[in-house]
């Protein structure tokens, strides 16, 4: 069973209308009973660091999720925020985040970027694949999907990340240790690339 993790940030509903297109079983969980009889879980998140992580600090659900994901090994998805809250720490805020994965939220440098509306990065681009994954199956060219940030995910190791996207110098934009994931992008709102991905994450 996916569950979507509901600590009051994130489009929700929109990820269980995808997996319901899809055909593919998913619940909203919010409390951690809810975190019961969870094969997979979907970490969704929008807004900035510090208000992402205490609200889910303040959840009830932290410390199962930890246990979840760092002992049992689920594989879990974080969304836009809730892939950089998987991190040590950003730039945005002066709390701790997850440290799932091990790396830095940090801000775009404004003065490399080209277009006249320079932050937030906003609107459709392109990931290219740096590494194998079976969360990327089938991602070959024309892998666009829709971004809205300002900050991006510095991993510590490179390995880590596993697709590459270009706002005015190349950034990660999907992170992978073990059974964690993370997009930067939405994809609830990139279409039939999002629904492909989520499928993807479903089969793993």
Not at 91 to 97: D, K, R
Not at 175 to 182: A, T
Request: aromatic fraction near 12%; proline fraction near 2%.
């Amino acid at each position: 069973m996916i569950t979507i993790i509901d600590y009051g940030l994130g489009n929700i509903n929109a990820f269980q209308n995808a997996y319901k297109r899809l055909n593919i079983s998913s619940k909203i969980a919010k409390s951690k009973d809810d975190l019961n009889s969870t094969s997979k879980i979907i970490l969704p998140g929008v807004g900035s660091f510090d208000y992402a992580i205490n609200l889910l600090n303040n959840s009830g659900m932290r410390e199962k999720l930890d246990h979840l994901v760092l002992i049992e090994k689920v594989p879990v998805l974080g969304i836009c925020v809730g892939m950089q809250i998987m991190g040590t720490k950003s730039e945005e805020g002066i709390c701790q985040g997850l440290n799932w994965i091990q790396g830095d939220v940090l801000k775009f440098d404004e003065t490399l970027i080209q277009h006249r509306t320079k932050l937030p990065h906003m609107g459709w681009n392109e990931i290219k694949v740096s590494h194998d994954n079976p969360l990327l199956s089938g991602f070959t060219k024309n892998n666009f999907f829709y971004f809205l940030h300002s900050y991006y995910f510095k991993c510590n190791y490179k390995i880590n990340s596993i697709a590459i996207s270009n706002y005015g110098f190349d950034f990660t934009s999907v992170v992978n240790s073990k059974n964690i994931f993370g997009v930067q992008f939405h994809p609830e709102k990139s279409h039939s690339n999002g629904e492909k991905l989520l499928k993807n994450f479903a089969l793993l």
